[in-house]
């Protein structure tokens, strides 16, 4: 809840703020979403060398283990044709809350995406539901505010929307860690921290139009990485 309350707050004092920014600065703004975005990617790829998750591979496993998450993730959500619902459900919370912005959709999907990736929405609300904390969510909750501020001037009331897959993905974790204790061992942590990287750098070249990756179909990366570490620690 503190995450979706930050989430909102930022996305209106985005707006407020966003009314008296040009369309170069709301560009900019995007920019540098976009450039921070990549050094979080590398902040997250930088666990690809961790000592832990290196010497309990086989040579050269950890980058195969990313690889494999992503080719088998990337082909089941494309199956799933993920990014088109991402961009439907955009689509129908525009027209059910019309305001009139042509970036509406861009906004709820490149927030949402970018809100959800990364080991604080998981590892928070595992923690939140083990009753060890909520440190990591409140830190998350911080940067997602910083963060929607600067979404909501760029792109618009679409951001405050997702709110929603942020409550469903962090609850749904949260549900996970009450239920079952701690889930992931350490190196299936790096296994999805890394590919949470991976996912980052797409939708850092997305922001920088650079690049248009289709960030919604790797989604299942994220939960095949863990599995896929689990098995290669076997040879």
Do not use: C, H
């Amino acid at each position: 809840m503190i995450n979706v309350i930050a989430i909102l707050i930022g996305t209106v004092t985005g707006k407020i703020a966003g009314k008296r920014f040009t369309e170069r600065t709301r560009n900019l703004l995007t920019d540098i979403l976009g450039i921070i975005t990549l050094i979080s990617a590398a902040s997250a790829l930088i666990s690809l060398w961790d000592s832990e998750f290196v010497s309990i591979l086989p040579t050269g496993g950890p980058i195969l283990v990313i690889l494999a998450a992503l080719i088998l993730g990337g082909l089941l959500g494309s199956f799933l044709n993920l990014e088109m619902r991402l961009e439907n459900l955009g689509s129908s919370l525009k027209r059910r809350f019309d305001t009139g912005e042509s970036s509406f959709v861009e906004g709820f999907v490149t927030a949402s995406l970018l809100f959800v990736i990364g080991p604080l929405a998981i590892l928070g609300s595992i923690s939140d539901g083990m009753s060890t904390g909520v440190e990591q969510l409140l830190l998350k909750s911080t940067l997602d505010f910083f963060a929607s501020i600067a979404f909501a001037a760029a792109l618009g009331w679409g951001v405050a929307f997702s709110a929603i897959p942020v409550a469903l993905y962090q609850g749904l974790w949260t549900l996970v860690g009450l239920a079952l204790g701690s889930v992931l061992l350490d190196y299936q942590v790096v296994a999805m921290t890394a590919t949470g990287g991976v996912l980052l750098i797409g939708i850092g070249l997305k922001l920088l139009r650079i690049k248009d990756i289709a960030i919604g179909n790797l989604l299942p990366a994220l939960a095949l990485a863990p599995i896929i570490a689990a098995v290669a620690v076997q040879f």
